[in-house]
């Protein structure tokens, strides 16, 4: 007989309801079908599990040692082991026992858990997890003692079946006092300023990766980005955006990023958006437009003439399919800006110092400037895309002197940091690899 081999990494068994209304429960044919679930998906090699139970804020030093009183035998079988998390809050206890996986690079669980709180869990698993994370729910009735009958429900999709919009609410806000309540990583919240943009007129700033509250090493902590690919969640980004705004002084809600494509398109805000855009511009106040950067380059402009202002994402591709100068004629044709007054400020982003190309791909930027390239006859040449970036614009009739970059004197005012050299200080692609955070820039007009 071919022994059963369980497809999940741990398992969840939530208990809360156990615990939060014990009386008059029939815990034993409850648990009997837990352990029936365990059994049917694990066989006896039951993974490591985690009960999931509420804490008596009153009475918690007189039970810490207890499961919601689960007999000794179904605890012995446990025998890759078992771990109580506690909390008044489901979601806090959920995101402990992500934060654990997380460390563990686990990414597949089975979760036991009462039929009535399928709905609220289908919204904790969104908010507080990503795609890269597979579940396998499995429900039972909780019935009273006088009720003799206990139906288990069969297995479904995690994200259907949210009709109960109460349940739903109720997650919510238990994901949003979670996530709250959670400390600052790494420091204070920092936002980095240039000095060419008039303070008086545009609210910026360029962000570093500090005083957020995103736990994965290579996206802690101030990660503003969340993806299927990587493990960060979105009631994380939401929070560490929340953060960031109180800090920088916008409304996240009037917050307008790039819809990344590593290309040309800029949209106009007030006119159709495309599917894609890697440039953004307005002269509406009351909206906040940004750019993201982990390596590429976020790039602000203002025309402090015409009140206007913009915003772009411009990596290689971008650089070399000419975003920047895209973005500055669209200010231009569409508020009539003087080329001569736009000022141009280059973010935090990978410097000639830890970026390769192929041979082949450098070619471009050799060919807009001989400099933009060391090593050219190597394999993968060093490619310095802000150099690049500089020229187009200068070429494009920015004034020289209205662009900031790394080449500014005063290296006390430079933000234009090599994010692949301080991992302190930013998110790297190149670094970090593809489980890498995103920094932003933003830019508003008062």
């Known amino acids: ?107 597949t669980a089975l979760i036991i858990l009462p039929q009535q709180r399928k709905n609220e869990m289908g919204v904790y698993i969104e908010q507080l997890f990503t795609a890269v994370y597979k579940f396998t729910l499995e429900c039972f009735n909780v019935h009273h003692e006088k009720e003799n009958i206990l139906q288990l429900c069969s297995t479904e999709p995690t994200k259907e079946g949210l009709a109960d919009e ?30 060419r943009i008039p303070e008086d007129l545009f609210l910026h700033g360029f962000t570093t990766r500090c005083g957020g509250i995103s736990s994965i090493p290579t996206l802690s902590s101030l990660n503003l980005f969340c993806s299927s690919k990587r493990r960060d969640p979105k009631a994380v980004v939401v929070e560490n955006f929340r953060r960031l705004g109180n800090v920088a002084g916008f409304d996240p809600r009037t917050y307008f990023p790039i819809k990344v494509d590593h290309a040309e398109n800029v949209w106009i805000m007030g006119k159709p958006a495309p599917s894609y855009y890697d440039g953004i511009v307005t002269n509406q106040k009351g909206v906040t437009i940004a750019a993201p950067g982990a390596d590429c380059i976020p790039i602000l402009f203002c025309d402090p003439v015409k009140k206007a202002c913009g915003a772009a994402h411009s990596g290689w591709k971008g650089t070399l399919l000419g975003i920047s100068m895209a973005t500055v004629n669209a200010m231009i044709s569409e508020y009539g800006s003087d080329v001569k007054d736009i000022l141009v400020v280059l973010g935090p982003s990978v410097g000639p110092c830890c970026f390769t190309l192929t041979r082949e791909e450098a070619k471009a930027f050799y060919d807009i400037d001989q400099q933009c390239v060391r090593q050219f006859e190597s394999p993968n040449p060093y490619v310095d895309i802000r ?60």
């Open 1 to 107: 007989m071919v022994k059963k081999t369980c497809e999940e990494d741990v398992v969840l068994i939530d208990l809360f309801d156990f615990c939060l209304k014990s009386k008059g429960l029939n815990k034993d044919k409850a648990l009997h079908h837990i352990w029936n679930i365990t059994h049917k998906h694990c066989g006896p090699n039951i993974p490591f599990t985690y009960f999931m139970c509420y804490q008596d804020p009153i009475h918690e030093e007189h039970h810490s040692d207890k499961v919601c009183d689960i007999p000794e035998i179904y605890l012995v079988s446990l025998v890759n082991g078992y771990k109580i998390v506690k909390d008044t809050n489901m979601a806090a206890i959920l995101y402990t026992i992500k934060q654990e996986i997380d460390e563990l690079d686990k990414s």
């Open 166 to 195: 109460d349940s739903e609410e109720l997650a919510r806000r238990n994901i949003k006092s979670c996530v709250q309540g959670l400390p600052s990583l790494k420091g204070e919240l920092i936002i980095l300023k240039s000095q």
């Open 387 to 446: 150099r690049a970036t500089r020229i187009l614009l200068e070429r494009g009739g920015i004034l020289p002197q209205n662009i900031q970059d790394n080449t500014t004197m005063d290296k006390s005012q430079n933000i234009t940091l090599c994010t692949s050299c301080h991992p302190d200080k930013f998110f790297s692609h190149v670094r970090d690899g593809n489980n890498f955070g995103t920094q932003i820039c933003f830019i508003s007009i008062k």
